[in-house]
């Protein structure tokens, strides 16, 4: 298996509306289906009992080694407390090769949430260790120091209830909604309308 041209979609893209990773991920003619791969998911599961049932899409679709990264990835940011959904698996036109998308909240995340699939797969291959504690541990701190602080927070979280679609564009609070003409940001619980008056009387408690 080889990972490659791992990218983040920071807006709506070609496969949905949410932010997210995609990689390409190269599987040997075994890996192209883990049927070939005795007891690989039973190893899987053994390492990470709630990752989800691996079933592909398409329901014709084989399942490969590039759908287990696609669930690992998802199934541990969903553990770490990330609120993510969404992941597809897609073949692409050069056999073997697949393109993988998963949702991330915070990019940091995703990536990292993604490098630990990759070797989780690696070790239910192997038939190695895998550390889950530890990996759920490194997930979890990392969201937590990264993740909008509550009132940004709740901001954006009542944005993707009404499907607006929000882009985060610092490491403290900004956050841009909506795209082109139509956007709007905010700076932790101010917006881009609040006057430099305003902030000061809402400042002197």
Known sequence: MDVSRIR??????LWSRHTAIEAIIACTETERDISNLPDFEDRL???FPEIALLQPTVSQDIVSMAHAVEFAALGLQAQ????VTFSRTAQTIEQGVYQVVVEYSEEAVGRLAFDLARKLCQAAVDDQPFDLAAAMRELRELDEDIR???STGSIVYAAVARN??????T????V????GSKQRRIQAAETDRT???AESIAQDK
């Open 8 to 13: 983040a979609l920071r807006g709506p893209n």
């Open 45 to 47: 599961r053994e390492r």
């Open 80 to 83: 770490a407390g990330c609120p």
């Open 148 to 150: 909008l602080g509550p």
């Open 164 to 169: 607006i679609p929000y882009r985060r564009l």
């Open 171 to 174: 490491e403290g609070s900004m």
């Open 176 to 179: 841009q909604f909506g795209w």
């Open 195 to 197: 006057s430099a008056v």
